[in-house]
């Protein structure tokens, strides 16, 4: 992580749209958002939650809070998509997401707000971990999902993805996908210079 300026998480924010052009802000969770993630878990429909989280929750345990709250410890991270609604920050969608450095692996997890889907933000969300991804040095981004949960089948499906099956759930399905971006191709901005300190900082063997 000593690529990454943790102290200033703002430096790591992307813009991104809806369908309609709507701006979006995709950004590292904060300390001061614990309500507000607390409010926007509450806030999603019983569906929502469990296919979310695999099992019936209400609201996120204090333990599990602090693991969303926590950014870059263990190479773990959460964002939120925030969209400004009558005048305030709202938080209409979240990720959290892991670097497996041993694999080269990212693995992530998503939702979006019941009342904001159908609106592109999840497809524009995970091109932005893609991008993420890409940064940390990961070749394969991946998650898993219920079997039953056919929204996030048919996104993963559209976004590029391939399907295998879960190595310890049988319920569950696995999406992964490759990823093949040189930095300078990276297309966040705000990743690209990231990605491009982490290859100085580590030359290939080549050079």
Not at 1 to 26: A, C, F
Not at 54 to 59: I, K, N, R, V, Y
């Given at each position: 992580?000593?690529?990454y300026?943790?102290?200033?998480?703002?430096?790591?924010?992307?813009?991104l749209?809806t369908?309609?052009?709507?701006p979006?802000?995709?950004?590292?969770?904060?300390?001061?958002?614990?309500?507000?993630?607390?409010y926007?878990?509450?806030?999603?429909?019983?569906r929502?939650?469990?296919?979310?989280f695999?099992?019936?929750?209400?609201?996120?345990?204090?333990?599990?809070?602090?693991?969303?709250?926590d950014?870059?410890?263990?190479?773990?991270?959460t964002v939120?998509?925030t969209?400004?609604?009558?005048g305030?920050?709202t938080?209409?969608?979240?990720?959290?997401?892991?670097?497996?450095a041993e694999?080269?692996?990212?693995?992530?997890g998503?939702?979006?707000?019941?009342r904001?889907?159908?609106n592109?933000?999840?497809?524009?969300?995970?091109?932005n971990?893609?991008c993420r991804a890409?940064?940390l040095?990961?070749?394969?981004?991946?998650?898993?999902?219920?079997r039953?949960n056919?929204?996030?089948?048919s996104?993963?499906?559209?976004?590029?993805?391939?399907?295998?099956?879960?190595?310890?759930?049988?319920k569950?399905?696995?999406?992964d996908k490759?990823?093949?971006?040189?930095?300078?191709?990276?297309?966040?901005?705000?990743?690209?210079l990231?990605?491009?300190s982490?290859q100085?900082?580590r030359?290939s063997?080549?050079a």
């Amino acid at each position: 992580m000593s690529t990454y300026r943790l102290e200033d998480l703002k430096q790591y924010s992307d813009t991104l749209h809806t369908r309609q052009g709507e701006p979006l802000n995709v950004r590292f969770v904060e300390p001061g958002d614990t309500d507000e993630l607390q409010y926007y878990f509450r806030s999603l429909t019983t569906r929502s939650r469990y296919n979310r989280f695999f099992g019936a929750l209400s609201e996120l345990p204090n333990g599990l809070l602090n693991e969303f709250l926590d950014v870059g410890t263990r190479e773990r991270f959460t964002v939120v998509v925030t969209k400004m609604v009558d005048g305030f920050e709202t938080i209409v969608a979240e990720a959290r997401y892991a670097f497996h450095a041993e694999t080269s692996t990212l693995e992530f997890g998503l939702s979006v707000d019941d009342r904001w889907q159908g609106n592109g933000i999840a497809t524009a969300l995970m091109k932005n971990l893609e991008c993420r991804a890409v940064a940390l040095g990961a070749e394969h981004i991946f998650g898993d999902t219920l079997r039953s949960n056919q929204t996030m089948i048919s996104l993963a499906r559209k976004s590029g993805f391939a399907f295998v099956n879960h190595p310890d759930d049988w319920k569950l399905v696995r999406f992964d996908k490759e990823i093949d971006i040189a930095p300078i191709d990276i297309p966040c901005a705000s990743w690209r210079l990231a990605a491009l300190s982490r290859q100085v900082e580590r030359p290939s063997a080549s050079a």
